[in-house]
C-alpha cells in the first residue's frame, strides 16, 4: 500500500554561523492510508515545524517530502503547493478557528466554495458533514453559542470538506476537557477506519493515545526509538520512529 505520506531526511535550519539553528536533524517519518499517527515530545523538539512541512507551508532546507505518491520537492517540476494544500489536506488546530459571523453550516460551505462547488451540491455536502458529526442540529448556530467541543466538530466538518487524503491536527484536544477530547480522537480513528484517511496529530495529552495506531517522538530535532514500523493497536500504542 502506498504511503499517504512519505518524509525521508527532512531537515530545517534557521541562520547561519553562530545564529544558526537547527530545528529538524533528518526526519523520517511515513503514514499509510488509515493510521492515526500521534507526534509528541517536548517543546522545542520542532513537532509544529514538521507540521507545517508535512502541510507544505514551510519548505524544508533539505530532505525529500512526497504526498499520495507525488514528490514535493524533490522532482524535476515544482507542484502547485496551494492546489495540493486544498485538494489533498485538511487542517485541524488547538482552537477551532471558526469564523465568527458566520454559522456552522456557513463555516462549512465557505470551504466548499473555495473549492468550487456551490449551490445545492455544495448545501447537501455540508449537511451530510456535520450530520456525521453530530452537529446537524446545531447548523444554524453562530459559533458563539456552540460549545468547544461542538466548534471543534464543526473545524473537522470544515477540514473535511475537500475530502482528504491526509489530515494534520495540530493540538486539537488540548482546548477540550478530557471527555470531549477523547471523543475528537475517536471520530477521527473513525474517518481513518472507515474511510482510509491517514491522519498525523501533534499531541502532548497522553490521555488520547488509545485511539492511535502509532507513536512518533521528536526530542531536539531528532526521532527517538528504534522501531520504525506502524501495527494496528488494541490495548495501548507504540512508540515508533527513526533516529537520524
Do not use: C, W
Not at 17 to 42: H, I, Y
Not at 52 to 68: A, C, D, K, Q, S
Amino acid at each position: 500500500m502506498a504511503f499517504a505520506v512519505e518524509a525521508k531526511d527532512i531537515r530545517m535550519t534557521y541562520g547561519e554561523g553562530r545564529a544558526r539553528v537547527e530545528v529538524l536533524k533528518g526526519v523520517d517519518l511515513s503514514v499509510r492510508p488509515g493510521e492515526v499517527v500521534a507526534v509528541m515530545g517536548p517543546s522545542g523538539s520542532g513537532k509544529t515545524t514538521l507540521l507545517n512541512i508535512l502541510g507544505l507551508v514551510t519548505e524544508p532546507t533539505g530532505g525529500r517530502l512526497v504526498l499520495g505518491g507525488q514528490d514535493i520537492y524533490g522532482g524535476r517540476f515544482r507542484p502547485n503547493l496551494q492546489r495540493l494544500r486544498r485538494e489533498r489536506l485538511g487542517f485541524i488546530f488547538q482552537f477551532a478557528n471558526l469564523i465568527p459571523f458566520l454559522t456552522a453550516r456557513e463555516n462549512v460551505l465557505l470551504s466548499l466554495d473555495l473549492l468550487g462547488l456551490g449551490g445545492r451540491a455544495a448545501r447537501q455536502r455540508a449537511d451530510e458533514l456535520l450530520g456525521s458529526l453530530g452537529v446537524a442540529e446545531r447548523a444554524h448556530l453562530l459559533p458563539e453559542k456552540l460549545s468547544g467541543g461542538e466548534r471543534q466538530r464543526v473545524a473537522i466538518a470544515r477540514a473535511l470538506a475537500n475530502d482528504p487524503k491526509l489530515i494534520l491536527a495540530d493540538e486539537p484536544t488540548a482546548s477540550l476537557d478530557a471527555e470531549r477530547g477523547l471523543s475528537v480522537m475517536r471520530l477521527l480513528r473513525r474517518l481513518a477506519d472507515e474511510h482510509g484517511t491517514a491522519v498525523l496529530v501533534v499531541t502532548h495529552d497522553t490521555r488520547m493515545l488509545g485511539e492511535v495506531t502509532g507513536v512518533i517522538r521528536l526530542e531536539d530535532g531528532a526521532v527517538q526509538a528504534e522501531d520504525a514500523r506502524l501495527v494496528p493497536l488494541t490495548k495501548a500504542p507504540k512508540e515508533i520512529g527513526i533516529s537520524s
